[in-house]
């Protein structure tokens, strides 16, 4: 048995003045929901055995965020090619994992993450929780895929159950969607 966790990085801010977008750094908002979701992972009793994510500056931060509501630090193995990367990129990225892992946490950025999971999960009438990725994935969400596979090379389209899908907004309303 494999266990995937997606995690989509926390709301970035877009009024700081950076050259580059994948220097673009956590909003307030995303500082607190990053932390948020973090005690959410500690009071689920998540655990990883290996982390892999964008080295992009938002994903830094988001990891920095949750680690602080988690309580604990995990090294996370930094790879360029999560930023922005295709669902088709992710996947074979996850099918480099030793199969010694068998709980993977992926941090990283949409539109990829969401659409990992409307790959890997089979789209079946009654599944509510494929319906809310599939409607939206937003940040500082969190994705929980099982697979009855020994190695993670084994993954294929279809073949996954999706376990939880939490959102800020679950845990804390003030973290929904801004207002105007």
Avoid: C
């Amino acid at each position: 048995m494999k266990t995937l966790t997606l995690l989509r990085h926390a709301k970035s801010g877009w009024d700081d003045m950076v050259a580059r977008d994948f220097d673009r750094p956590l909003n307030a908002k995303g500082m607190r929901a990053a932390r948020t979701m973090g005690r959410h992972m500690r009071a689920q009793g998540l655990t990883f055995d290996a982390v892999i994510a964008s080295p992009a500056a938002r994903v830094a931060e988001t990891l920095n965020d949750v680690w602080d509501g988690y309580g604990e630090a995990l090294a996370p193995n930094w790879d360029r090619r999560v930023y922005l990367a295709s669902a088709a990129t992710l996947l074979d990225l996850i099918r480099e994992v030793p199969a010694s892992a068998d709980r993977l946490l992926l941090v990283g950025h949409n539109p990829g993450l969401e659409d990992l999971v409307l790959m890997l999960v089979p789209d079946r009438a009654d599944d509510r929780l494929r319906d809310d990725v599939e409607e939206k994935f937003p940040t500082a969400s969190l994705a929980e895929l099982e697979f009855d596979v020994t190695e993670w090379a084994a993954l294929a389209a279809d073949s996954a159950v999706l376990k939880r899908f939490v959102r800020p907004r679950d845990l804390d309303a003030e973290l929904g969607p801004d207002r105007d």
